[in-house]
């Protein structure tokens, strides 16, 4: 099974700690968030791995290999991440991704592992949502029906009306990633939305009939590292759980 992580952007709401290092390999809990990431993928039965680079990449290729030397993974280079956004970053990744599902996920999200096998469970075309706590207005919110089938995705979405928010896991099958990145095609290369989040190709294809759903994952911990408030409010919240184990990437890859 195929995971996409995007880690391409420059985080400069993370600055200082960006400075010098991409937003991915900031620690939480004593943990890198891309090994974390990783290990979690692994540990759900994910064994291909795409991870969309731009800057600082030499680092994140440098610390992927350090960390699992034998992981089957693709690098795709975004070289214009300063002027380009997260839709563009992923159309990128299209060629490596061919024919076959994915689940996705931003390079900056810290989750509970209990998050992707609850979407594992549930199978492809899905997407988790956080109805626990408080949704901002600046938050990527979620509508569905009484059958938690999506209807609209985006920052627009009224809080009022929301299902929760959405924490950037997102899985799609085969059928449904060929939508998404002809969607993809037509806003950012053919129109010039290079800037476009790409929840809006993801709107795109639920208002011309795909079916996603919306997983909610109750108060599974999963939070997207944004400023330095979100990392200190992440470290605070890791501290009181148990240390994460990372010993089970040696395992996973040997099998």
């Not at 076959?100 to 989750?111: A, E, P, W």
């Not at 096998?117 to 492809?124: A, F, K, M, Y």
């Amino acid at each position: 099974m195929k995971a996409v992580i995007l880690a391409a952007g420059c985080a400069t709401r993370l600055r200082p700690h960006s400075d010098d290092t991409p937003k991915t390999l900031l620690q939480v809990g004593g943990v890198p968030i891309l090994r974390r990431t990783i290990t979690s993928l692994l540990r759900c039965g994910f064994d291909q791995f795409i991870i969309g680079t731009g800057y600082l990449e030499h680092m994140v290729r440098d610390a992927v290999a350090s960390w699992f030397p034998q992981l089957d993974v693709t690098f795709v280079s975004n070289p214009d991440f300063r002027s380009t956004n997260n839709a563009f970053s992923l159309l990128l990744t299209r060629e490596a991704i061919g024919d076959d599902g994915f689940i996705l996920l931003d390079g900056d999200v810290v989750f509970d592992v209990a998050v992707i096998e609850e979407l594992v469970e549930r199978g492809p075309d899905c997407l988790a949502v956080r109805s626990v706590g408080q949704i901002g207005l600046e938050e990527v919110k979620v509508t569905a029906d009484a059958l938690d089938r999506v209807l609209a995705i985006g920052k627009h979405v009224p809080v009022r009306s929301a299902m929760g928010e959405s924490v950037g896991i997102e899985w799609f099958s085969a059928a449904s990633s060929r939508k998404l990145f002809a969607a993809l095609q037509q806003r950012v290369r053919d129109n010039g939305l290079i800037n476009e989040y790409y929840e809006a190709a993801f709107q795109q294809i639920l208002d011309e009939g795909t079916t996603l759903y919306g997983v909610d994952i109750g108060t599974m911990y999963a939070t997207e590292i944004d400023t330095i408030e979100d990392l200190l409010a992440a470290n605070a919240r890791l501290a009181q759980r148990p240390a994460f184990d990372v010993r089970v990437d040696a395992v996973r890859l040997a099998v």
